[in-house]
């Protein structure tokens, strides 16, 4: 006899590409079929103290954690944003009320691979989504590789989304 999986919570990392935006469309495919809620990971990579320095005076912020601060706001509306548009566009197709699959957004500073591996191992998620951007192996091996880092030591049910 075949078990259904339990998913009822759903990590989804996206570096919000255009490949993102198709891991978004599996994610909210699998909260549709199995009537779980997804919370939304961005990771941003920290940039060196001197960069933000200057981001902080160019910018006109008081201060580093002002500028830190405003910058996590501007991001949480981008991606609020970026949701809100994926919910209106699919509305029709196939989720009714879309918005209802979205539980929180996550912002914060830090290496992509590790901070989606930390949500895995203390979060209470059924499974991660994301995507790949499919580099070639010279690009991986320069770049990274979030995506193979975290499905070294995620110990959920993943489900990469490769580039089109």
């Known amino acids: 006899m075949l078990n259904k999986p339990r998913i009822t919570e759903i990590l989804l990392a996206t570096d919000l590409s255009e490949n993102a935006n198709q891991a978004l469309e599996y994610a909210a495919s699998l909260a549709e079929a199995y009537s779980a809620r997804v919370t939304v990971l961005h990771v941003v990579e920290k940039v060196p103290p001197n960069a933000e320095m200057l981001m902080t005076a160019t910018l006109g912020y008081e201060n580093i954690d002002e500028y830190r601060q405003k910058s996590e706001v501007e991001l949480i509306g981008r991606i609020k ?84």
Do not use: W
């Open 81 to 164: 944003g970026h949701l809100e548009q994926f919910c209106a566009d699919i509305t029709d197709q196939m989720v009714a009320e879309c918005r209802l699959l979205f539980k929180n957004i996550l912002v914060e500073p830090g290496n992509a691979a590790e901070r989606i591996i930390y949500y895995t191992e203390t979060g209470d998620y059924d499974a991660l989504v994301m995507g790949s951007r499919g580099l070639s192996l010279l690009q991986e091996a320069f770049m990274g590789g979030t995506s193979r880092k975290v499905l070294k030591g995620c110990r959920i049910p993943m489900f990469i989304i490769p580039s089109k």
